[in-house]
Every structure is written in structure tokens, then in C-alpha cells.
């Protein structure tokens, strides 16, 4: 029974990892830019939630839709001002520009909300589903139920529909895209406002009905090892790798944890992808490439 | 390179492959090290903190310089390397050890460390590298902090006591200053010398294509690690460094956010060269203060606006800047540089 | 005659003089307190409440007892950034240009960089935070008014011991995370308070949870069957929160014992007051809303700093800047106005003890001594809890702590 409770915790926390993770696989998947600033876009979405629903106290269906339009912007703004001049340019650059919009970011959330904490609203119930001796958690089971549904119709998207398989071109190279006559700019731009729209949806998740800080942006780093292992590239593979991170990391906090003085859990994520990465570089589910003189 | 004016001329291989191969080169050079020394005297306290605090930082950036700048491998976890010295130096210090020991064992168990971390470097390439390395900055506090106390001061941390060199105890801020001056110094000379020599040859090669220099004959794996080690040797200087000056180390001073601090002060300053780390550290830091300073100026006039509204400036100013550097100027200020000077020499032709 | 009024204009122009002179000897001497503060760092969002708690105090003395003993403090506040190396190299600048008789700081980072330095540069520091037994060193300059964290929770758990309906021991769950020292050492306390009373505390369950956990229902589900009659969650607001909602998902109402910095105030900017009812929040100074506190009218007459509000943080860092003032006075009490420095304070701070007069009510009497940068004997707090929805004091009188040999 413990076992089980543990497994279910396990899956449910991990699907929020899956969900984070697939942020940021949806922006490679579309663009081949790889933005470590997620957490921190996280955050401001989560912050623009905050601010319409709490400071503003406009209703759920209005303060959600409008948040979703504010990130959506953001999300613009950051492609056209930031991302839109280094296509074409290595994965490096782009890297390292991802890097400095991490700095900005949460130097810009401080400047304009400050630092002290605050309550994020409600938005996914609170409290648990009690099915015999299992718990399940409201809100962490009906976003994972967003995240199965969200996986299966980015993955059709991405897979079945001529303008998703157009973005996969852009994600193979940027040049060659551009040769064969499809928009990469068009492509970032459209990977930014998927990518904006699933951070708000990983930031409801994550946060409803709990304390919104600056350190909110830490669950981005936690997610890149989930992304990483289920491979850049792979839509599925975010989520299933969450899950699996998620049931590893339950398991372990339970089992090994009391005899290494809670290292096991927290290392856990990080040593399974580099063990990967050692013998499957492109994680689970990535593309594999093929590298030419 | 730059033109040498006419009459000089060499008369031995090794002469013309020198660093400084006319004589106002050399007295140049003996004149700024001069002048920095003097800032021992001629500053005051804060700047003089300022100063050592940005040695200690350019050691550790000359390393990422190298491994980043040279051999093309991103290292987001160079905090920790500096860390992993800075730990080891107070370990040693507190069981007896004088600096002329601490020092050099500290960069090389930084250096073996990197080892570990360097080794999937062999396999794994670009992003994928980028977020090992950020894998190993998260889990060094994590394992830092589970060893037994008497290593490493367990979750607390240790203190250090101030180093003694040659009988003189160095604990004023000029002393220090004067240490961290010349440990930066013959930094800098190796970080130079490392780009002109065979290895920083190889460390170029595989920057620029991994495949056709292996192709070629160079020795990837090894070249790698070699890259990861020579970045993690000057990391743990400067961490053993840092241990002395602030006499106390615990892991919650060598974060992420650190890390990614120094790759944005090699990106501004330019990645490519050891002045363009001098000027990425010289900037940032003369940028951060100047916020700093800026903001407190602001506080005392308007005591309306509050003190965390103000000092977060710093941040957005460095992400802004390293943003804009990428986009206009990503070979960096160092590029820069080297086009006034360029321009300068053949005013009043055009350049290019 | 001419002689007669040379005589008395002499003896007018003597007076005068000697009037004059003696009110120059009582013009106010000025020394500099320095002060450490943090707009950078995990600090900034209270720092403007935090430095308005010990800018009004500061004001309130040099007006008042300051004017009358001759003594002026001059303030100078230093963004130290909550970064050791920081405060290592501002320090030198500090000590030169400053010349502080005494140094206020904020937390570790000031701690850990200048406890070896302030006995050689002599200059004491005063914390407004609690301790952790790893800083629990003796000969140091560097005190705090305020014990460790595991002393103070055992004022409340000594309290709540006494009540119980049946004479047995306490059941304490711990909520905690590991690899953070302070954290650790507040549960490793608790454990040694056990283990010094075992009759009348029992720590039945150790759970350990991440820093900003997404949820914690199962360890407090594991953490149930143990029947704690309390948890204490001392760490940050987060595992607070998490640990309520855990609990309401369980349908169980166990007390949450929390510290001042993830108080009942903070949580319920989160979760309604109504799911703290019955929890605590327990420090070694007074509640801010208790009556019997004098400072929050010195707060609210001499505050300068716009966004400082009254409460918790500006209450405990009021008590720092009131034990230095005392600090000073008795100082001066002993070496004159003119001769204070670093070695006076220090000799003054060790000098007890100090009346809970002195502190307006905001502290209980205290002596420090050499063996703990803390008070160690006749230890005292008091605790606030949540009672029909509303903040209230859990009792009027300050609760005393068991005594706890450091572990």
C-alpha cells in the first residue's frame, strides 16, 4: 500500500516536471532554440496570474485569459527582440542568450513586483480524492490529466498536421528550413507563444493555491534533466521521462534517502541523465543526428 | 598580430616567438604592472576590496576563458570548481598547511574533479555538455555538505585563517591585494602562453570542428579533458584564493547564479582572448558597483522608493547588456578593442 | 565703586565662562553604530521594515536617553547584499572609515566573515536572529538576544508539555529539509531536548521534505501514524503552507509549531487564517500586537522609512538596536561619555544583567557571558497563536526554556 501511495505521489509530482519540461521542449521542437530561462518565464507568467486575478481582482475567466494574452506578449517580445537575430547562428549563442534573459528576467520580476512573497490564487481545487487507503491530490491529478491531454495533441500537432512537420524542419536546422522556402521566423514565433502558453499552464499547476516568490523559478532547472532524458526533441518523451524522474525521485526520497541524508533524491535526476546521456546522447525518445565533416 | 616597427629584427626562433619582443613592449608592461601594484597604496579600503575581489574573479574567468573561449566546451558549472578549491584550501589551512602548498593542491583537486565531469564531455557535445556541467554545480553542495564534518565543515562550513608567505601575515586589504595581484598575473601570462602553445593550437581545433581535428589527429579525448582540466586548475586558485580573503567557505557562496555570472562577464568582455576575460570582469564589476552606488544615492534623496526596487537594476543591467552583446557584438568588448586599434593604426585609411 | 563693579563684572564674566564651558562638556558625543542590511539578496523584500524597526529605535534614544547621558549615535547602513565576500571586503573599509563602537548584523553571511575577525579589530556585533549550534562558540564578540532556534521552541513545547490533559511526553514531528545547517540543527536541538527530558518530550517522527516542496502528504501521512500532538515546520514559509494543505487533505488537525521568519503572518498571505487555528509561532521576543510592548509607539512615532510597517521583523530588529542601546548606556555608566569604543560595548554586553525594562517590554531580562554568544540561563519567550481566526499571544507572562547543554 505504501508502495503504491508512493508510486502515485511519484507519478502525480512528476507529471508537473513533465509539464515544465514540456515548455521547453515545445520551444526546440518548433525553433531549435534552447531556452534555459524557463524557470523564469515560469515565473512571470505566473506573476502576470497573480497580478490580474489577486492585485486586480478580476474573476478566473476573465484574470486567467488575460494573463494567457500578457505571456503571450511577453512571449513575442523576448522572440522578436532577443531570438529573431540569432537565427542561424550556433546552438551557442543562442545558449548563452538564454543565459543573459535569465538574468534580465529575474532582475525584471524583482524591479516591477518586488521581492516579498505573495498567495497565488486557487485556480485547480484544493484538497484530495480519497479512493480506499490512496490519496490523490486535487489539483496535481487534474493537471496531470492537462498534461496526458496536452502530450497527445502537441504530439499529433507536431507529427500529423503539415504545419507542425514544417516546424520539425526548423528544429533539424535552421538553414536548410530557410532553403526549402519555410519561415523560420514565423516557426520562433509560433514555438514562443506555445512554449509561453504551456509555462502558464506548468505555472497554474505548480502553484495554485500556494505561495508565489522569486524563487519560483527554480522548478525550471529541475526540469531541464527531464527534457534532456526524454530528448529535446520528443514531446512524449517530456512527460514520460517526468514521470519517470517524478516515480524515481518519490522512491527514492523514501527508501534511500534516511541512509545518505537526502542526497539520493535531489541527485537522482541529475545522475540518470548524465548516465544516459553517456550512452544515448539524444535521450529516450530525441532524434538521433548524424554529424558530417 | 601587430606590426613591429622597422629595424628590429631577431636574431634567435625563440627570440621572435617571444611575448614582448621590443624594448617599449617590455617597459609597458613593467610600467602597468607598476601601476597596478601602487593601487596598494593609493586606493582606499572599499576600492582596494573591490580590486582583490575582482583578481580572485578574473582567475576564475580566465579558466572558463580557456574552456569555453578556446576550446568551445560550455561550462555552466565553474562555480563549483571554484568551490571544490576554496574547500580545499580551508581544509588544508586548518590542518597546518602554509599557502605554497594550498594553493597548487586546491587547482589541481579542482582539476581532478573536472575529470569526472570531463569524461561524458568525450560523448556528449553543445547543450547537452552545458547541462552536465550545470548537473555538476547542482550536485556539489548537495555532496559537498553529506561528507563527514571534519572535511569539509559539513553543512556549515569552515573558517580560514589569514595565509602566511615568507613570515608576513597577510590579512590588510593591501596584502591581499598584493597576493591576489600577482597570482592573477602569472594566471593571465598562462592563460596567454596556453593559446599560443600546442595544446591551446588543439584547443582551438576542436573549438572550431571536433570531427575534422580528430580526423586530422588530435586526440579528442584527451584534448577534451585536457580543455576541462586547465578551466577547473584556475578555478581552484581561485577558490583557494577566495577562501583566504573572505575566511569562510560554505557551499551556499559558490551557486548557479555565480556560475552563470561568469560566462556573462566572458561574453561581454570577449570570449576568444585572456584581456577579453580582464575586460568582461572589469566591466561587470565597475557595473555592478556603479548600480550600487547609483542606488544608494537614489535611496538617500528618495527615501520613497524601496531598497530592493532599486538594487535589482543590477541584474536587469547585466542581462540587458550581455543580450546586446550577443546580438551586436558577439565576439565582445575585446573585439572591439582590438578594432579602435586597428582603426588607429591606419587612420586615416578606412578599416576593412 | 569703579573697583566694586570691575569686581562684579569679573565675576559676571567668570560665571559666564563657566557656564559655557560646562555646556560644552555636556554637548553630545558622537559615535558611529554601523549596520549591515540587504536590498540584494533574500532579504530585500522586508528590508524596508527591517531597518525601520532599528532607524526608530536609534532615533527614539539619541532623542531621548541619548540626549540625557551626552552620547549621539550616528548610523551608517551598508547593503552587505547577503554575500560573505561582500562583507569580507567591505569590512576593512568599515572599520577605517566608520570606526563603529559597535556593528548590527543581519544574518550568516556577516556571521561566518567576521566572526574570527571582530575580537582582533574588537569591535562586538549584535544579531537579531536566532542561533544555530554551529555558531554556538565561546569567547566570541558576536551575540545575539535571541537563543537557538531549538531553545525557543522548547519554551513553547515546555508550555504545551505542562498542559497536556494526560502526564506523559510531548510528541514532536519535526518537518524539515536536509544539506541547509540551520534547518538541520534546529531538528538535531529538538532531538537533544529529548534526549535531556526524555519524561516530557518525545520526537516521534523526522520528516524530511525539499526546500520548496510541491506537496508533503505522504510524509505527513507517514508522519500521523505516529499521533504527534504537534509539528514543528520552523523552516520557511513554503513547507508551512505545504504542511497545512497536507494536513487538511488528511483531515487532521495537528498544531503547526512555527519560528518568526515563516510565521502565522507569512502563511496566511497564503492559506486562510482559519487553517492555522490552534498553530503557534514562537521567538524570544515579545508579539508584536501585545499591548505590554512600549516600542511599537516609539515604532509608529519615530519611524522614517516609507514601507516599514510594524510587525515581526521590525519588532525583532528593534530588540537588536535595544540591546545596543542599553548595551551603550551601561558603557557609559562605566567609562564616561567620552571614552566609549569597541572594548566598552563589549565589557558592557557581558556586564548583565540587563533588565526587561530596559527593552520596553519588548524582551525578557537577559545576561550574556563568555561561554555563548547567546544568553544560556533563565531563558524566555513568547509565542503567538491563531484562536477564532484572530492573531493572538498564547500568554501574557514570558514562558521559560528548559535548560539545553549545547549538542
Known sequence: MEVLQTLINGTLTGAVYGVVALSFVVIYRASKIVNLAQGQVIMVSAFFVWFFVQKMEFPLWAGLPLSLVASVCMGAVIERLVFRRLIGQPVFSVVMASIGLLILLQGAVQLVFGAQTRPFPQVLPDGAWKIGDILLNKSLLIGALLTFLLTELLNLFFTHTSAGLRLAAVAEDHVTAMSLGISVRNATAIAWMMGVTLSLIAAIILLSGKVLGLQAAEIGLRALPVALLGGLESVRGASLAGILIGIGEALASRYIDPHTAGAASMVFPYLLMVFLLLFRPQGFFGWKRIERL | MSMLPSGVFFQSYAAEQGLLRTWPQRLGLAASLLLLASMGWLMNDYWLGILTLGGITLVAVLGLHITIGMAGLLNLGQSAFVGIGAFVAASMASNGWSIWVTLPCSGLAAGVVSILFGLPAVRIKGFYLALTTIAAQIIFPIVMIRLPDGWFGGSAGMSVEPPVILGWVINTPRSYFLLVLSVAAVAFLAATNLGRSRTGRAFRAIHDNDIASSVVGVNLAKVKIQAFFAGALFAGFSGALYAYFVRYVSTDQFTLWLSVWYVGMLIVGGMHSPFGAMLGVAVITLLQEGVHLLGTKVLSSFTGMSGGTVFSLTNVVLGGVIILMLLFEPLGLAHRWSILKSSYRIWPYPRG | ?407
Not at chain 3, 119 to 129: A, C, F, L, Q, Y
Open chain 3, 1 to 407: 565703586m569703579k573697583i566694586n563693579v570691575w569686581k562684579s563684572t569679573r565675576r559676571a564674566f567668570l560665571a559666564a565662562s563657566c557656564a559655557t564651558l560646562s555646556l560644552m562638556a555636556q554637548a553630545q558625543q558622537t559615535y558611529t553604530v554601523s549596520v549591515s542590511l540587504d536590498y540584494t539578496g533574500p532579504f530585500a523584500n522586508v528590508m524596508d521594515s527591517w531597518w525601520a524597526g532599528q532607524q526608530s529605535v536609534f532615533d527614539w534614544w539619541n532623542d531621548t536617553k541619548g540626549k540625557a547621558i551626552g552620547v549621539k549615535l550616528d548610523i551608517k547602513t551598508h547593503d552587505m547584499r547577503y554575500d560573505a565576500s561582500v562583507v569580507a571586503r567591505t569590512w576593512p573599509q568599515i572599520l577605517s572609515s566608520d570606526k563603529p563602537i559597535v556593528f548590527l548584523g543581519m544574518g550568516s553571511p556577516d556571521l561566518v566573515s567576521l566572526m574570527k575577525r571582530l575580537p582582533v579589530d574588537k569591535v562586538p556585533m549584535i544579531m537579531g536572529t536566532a542561533m544555530i549550534a554551529p555558531l554556538w562558540t565561546s569567547d566570541g564578540w558576536h551575540f545575539s538576544y535571541r537563543p537557538t532556534y531549538s531553545h525557543e521552541f522548547a519554551g513553547l513545547f515546555a508550555y504545551m508539555q505542562a498542559r497536556l490533559p494526560e502526564k506523559r511526553a510531548l510528541r514532536i514531528g519535526t518537518v524539515s529539509t536536509q544539506g541547509l545547517a540551520g534547518y538541520v540543527d534546529q531538528v538535531n536541538g529538538v532531538v537533544a531536548l529529548a534526549k535531556a527530558y526524555p519524561d516530557r518530550f518525545n520526537v516521534v517522527s523526522s520528516q524530511w521534505v525539499d526546500n520548496q516542496p510541491i506537496t508533503v502528504t505522504s510524509q505527513i501521512q507517514e508522519m500521523a501514524k505516529f499521533k504527534p500532538d504537534l509539528i514543528l515546520v520552523g523552516t520557511n514559509t513554503a513547507q508551512v503552507v505545504a504542511t497545512s494543505k497536507a494536513l487538511k487533505e488528511l483531515g487532521l488537525k495537528t498544531p503547526i509549531v512555527t519560528s518568526s521568519h515563516n510565521g502565522l503572518t507569512e502563511a496566511a498571505k497564503a492559506i486562510p487564517m482559519a487553517d492555522l487555528e490552534g498553530s503557534y509561532s514562537v521567538f524570544a521576543f515579545a508579539p508584536y500586537n501585545d499591548p505590554a510592548v512600549k516600542v511599537a509607539d516609539i515604532f509608529a512615532k519615530y519611524n522614517k522609512v516609507k514601507g516599514g510597517t510594524w510587525g515581526i521583523t521590525a519588532a525583532q530588529t528593534a530588540g537588536q538596536a535595544l540591546l545596543a542601546v542599553a548595551a551603550v548606556e551601561k558603557a557609559v555608566a562605566k567609562v564616561g561619555a567620552g571614552n566609549l569604543s569597541g572594548q566598552a560595548i563589549y565589557d558592557a554586553l557581558l556586564a548583565g544583567p540587563y533588565s526587561a525594562e530596559s527593552f520596553q517590554g519588548l524582551m525578557p531580562s537577559l545576561q550574556l557571558r563568555k561561554d555563548a554568544p547567546f544568553p544560556t540561563d533563565n531563558l524566555a519567550v513568547k509565542a503567538m497563536t491563531v484562536k477564532g481566526g484572530k492573531l493572538e499571544a498564547v500568554s501574557a507572562d514570558w514562558m521559560p526554556v528548559p535548560a539545553l547543554a549545547k549538542w
